[in-house]
Nanobody, 122 residues
Framework: QVQLVESGGGLVQAGDSLRLSCAAS????????VGWFRQAPGKEREFVQA????????YYAASGKGRFTISRDNAKNTVYLQMNSLKPEDTAVYYC???????????????WGQGTQVTVSS
């Protein structure tokens, strides 16, 4: 079992930056692939970025490429999502998820956090 807790969301203006954190605990949490997803009101949850257990491989969706950077610190059991140049369309609840294999689909991930709200005003 892996427990995930997100933090770092908030209300910012367009162009600002935020760093989201996903703190993991539980059995061998550092071996899991961790992904960030987001869900805007009235829309389906979508993949943002993911990172392998070692941190050597990362996966990107087009929406955040060049603006968002995922990283992890296994000594702290934490995965980060650095978000720069935020846009109003980035407004969503952001979730981190852990799984054994990489996938773009959220259904492939076994463990989920409760989410953190990111609101970007224009």
């Amino acid at each position: 079992q892996v427990q995930l807790v997100e933090s770092g969301g908030g209300l910012v203006q367009a162009g600002d930056s935020l760093r989201l954190s996903c703190a993991a605990s539980g059995r061998t949490s550092s071996t899991y692939i961790v992904g960030w997803f987001r869900q805007a009101p009235g829309k389906e949850r979508e993949f943002v970025q993911a990172i392998s257990g070692s941190g050597s491989t990362t996966y990107y969706a087009a929406s955040g490429k060049g603006r968002f950077t995922i990283s992890r610190d296994n000594a702290k059991n934490t995965v980060y999502l650095q978000m720069n140049s935020l846009k109003p369309e980035d407004t969503a609840v952001y979730y981190c998820a852990a799984g054994s294999v990489f996938a773009f689909k959220d259904s492939a991930y076994d463990y989920w956090g409760q989410g953190t709200q990111v609101t970007v005003s224009s």
